[in-house]
């Protein structure tokens, strides 16, 4: 099992920045998936970014890119997301998760098994 703990959101004017943190802990980690969901009040949760720990071949969804960069620091073992230009509509619990075994990045929250505890970003008009 993977320990995830994420940390680095909070309020935020539109147009501002954050970046998020996800320290993970419980093994070593090769050929991982490491992702970013989001979920708003009242809807599903969604993809926004992820990687493979060790090819970093990141993915991005739509509505982010260009906007938002995940990067890794292996040694803290430690996953960011820097998000920049937010939105209103970016307001949201960010959860990080991972995937073991992946050789692409699942974009669905099923394909996931262990969580963080999630981390609230809100994006003021």
């Known amino acids: 099992q993977v320990h995830l703990v994420e940390s680095g959101g909070g309020l935020v004017q539109a147009g501002g920045s954050l970046r998020l943190s996800c320290a993970a802990s419980g093994r070593t980690f090769s050929n991982t998936a490491f992702a970013w969901f989001r979920q708003a009040p009242g809807k599903e949760r969604e993809f926004v970014a992820g990687?493979?720990?060790?090819?970093?071949?990141?993915s991005y969804a739509d509505f982010v890119k260009d906007r938002f960069t995940v990067s890794l620091e292996k040694s803290k073992n430690t996953v960011y997301l820097q998000m920049n230009s937010l939105k209103p509509e970016d307001t949201a619990v960010y959860y990080c998760?991972?995937?073991?075994?992946?050789?692409?990045?699942?974009?669905?929250?099923?394909?996931?098994?262990?969580w963080g505890q999630g981390t609230q970003v809100t994006v003021s008009s």
């Open positions: 998760a991972v995937r073991l075994y992946a050789l692409r990045v699942p974009t669905t929250p099923g394909d996931y098994v262990d």
């Open positions: 990687f493979i720990w060790n090819t970093y071949g990141a």
